[in-house]
Nanobody
C-alpha cells in the first residue's frame, strides 16, 4: 500500500508560481511512476504531468506545456510540480498519483494510488 501526501497548494495571483510536493510512503519510491492530475468544479479530472521512475521521461498536455515542470528526487522520496505563469483556468484541486510501474502514462485509470488533493486557486 502507498500513501500519498500533497503539499504546497494555495492562493496566487495570475502570472505567479507555486510548487507542489508529494511524498509517497509505504513502498519503494524509485519503483513508482508518478503523475499529477487536477479537477476543477464541475469538470472531469484532467492530466497535468507524469514522470517515469528515474525522471528520464516526462509528459505534459498542451495546456500546461512550457509552464509546468514535474521532477522527482528519489533520495528524498518526493515528486514536485513547479507551476509558473499561472492562469485563472489552472484553478483546481491537484492530485498526486502513483502507479506500480516504472513507465509514466497520462491515463488516470492506470494509476493505483491517489492523494487527497491540494487546492490551487489563481486569482485574476
Amino acid at each position: 500500500q502507498v500513501q500519498l501526501v500533497e503539499s504546497g497548494g494555495g492562493l496566487v495571483q495570475a502570472g505567479g508560481s507555486l510548487r507542489l510536493s508529494c511524498a509517497p510512503s509505504g513502498r519503494t519510491f524509485g519503483a513508482l511512476a508518478m503523475g499529477w492530475f487536477r479537477q476543477a468544479p464541475g469538470k472531469e479530472r484532467e492530466f497535468v504531468a507524469a514522470i517515469s521512475w528515474n525522471g528520464g521521461t516526462t509528459y505534459y498536455p498542451d495546456s500546461v506545456k512550457g509552464r509546468f515542470t514535474i521532477s522527482r528526487d528519489n533520495a528524498k522520496n518526493t515528486v514536485y510540480l513547479q507551476m509558473n505563469s499561472l492562469k485563472p483556468e489552472d484553478t483546481a484541486v491537484y492530485y498526486c498519483a502513483a502507479r506500480q510501474s516504472t513507465v509514466a502514462v497520462s491515463t488516470s485509470a492506470l494509476y493505483d494510488y491517489w492523494g487527497q488533493g491540494t487546492q490551487v486557486t489563481v486569482s485574476s
